[in-house]
Every structure is written in structure tokens, then in C-alpha cells.
């Protein structure tokens, strides 16, 4: 086989890589934070809960592509957060 066709096939699979793939671009983060003390009863510590608080955050990521004339991006050169979604029960 030639180096062209060769080149020619690898730049194809790169093109169309992203599309046959899966990719998440939301994600969901749990934070559950207690106070509380810890009682000792015959040698034995024990966690007694005072309050709980649980926070769902979802992030987002935004691919940036590098700014090309004629070429399609075949990936991002880097990730932007859009602003996270929070919310607190």
C-alpha cells in the first residue's frame, strides 16, 4: 500500500471517530455533608447525625475547537464549564 492511501485512510478514521463514539458532557456531583457527635456507650463509638444537607450539582462542559480556516475540528484542544446548576434539598 502507498503512504497516501494510508494517510488518506487514517485521516478518515480520525474525521469519523468522534461520531461513532460515545461522549458525556454532563455530570452529575453529590455532596452530603452531616455534623453530629460521637457517643461512646460500653467502648463502642457511635455517630449520632444532628443534620444533614445534600447538594446536586450538574456540570456541563463546552468543546472549544481551535479556529481553522478549511479544516472540520477532529477534537477540541481544550474544555469550557458552563456555569453549574445547583441545587440544595
Known amino acids: ?4 492511501s494510508d494517510a488518506g485512510k487514517e485521516e478518515f478514521l480520525r474525521r469519523t471517530a468522534n461520531l ?6 454532563a455530570f452529575t456531583v453529590y455532596i ?8 461512646t456507650k460500653s467502648g463502642t463509638d457511635t455517630f449520632v447525625p444532628a ?3 445534600t447538594t446536586e450539582t450538574v456540570i456541563q462542559l463546552e468543546p472549544v475547537y481551535p479556529a481553522t480556516s478549511d479544516e472540520t475540528p477532529v477534537a477540541p484542544t ?3 464549564t ?3 446548576r445547583t441545587l440544595s434539598y
Do not use: R
Open 51 to 53: 443534620s444533614t444537607t
Open 78 to 80: 481544550e474544555w469550557k
Open 1 to 4: 500500500m502507498s503512504a497516501a
Open 82 to 84: 458552563l456555569k453549574p
Open 20 to 25: 461513532l463514539t460515545t461522549q458525556s458532557l
Open 32 to 39: 452530603v455533608g452531616q455534623t453530629g457527635e460521637i457517643l
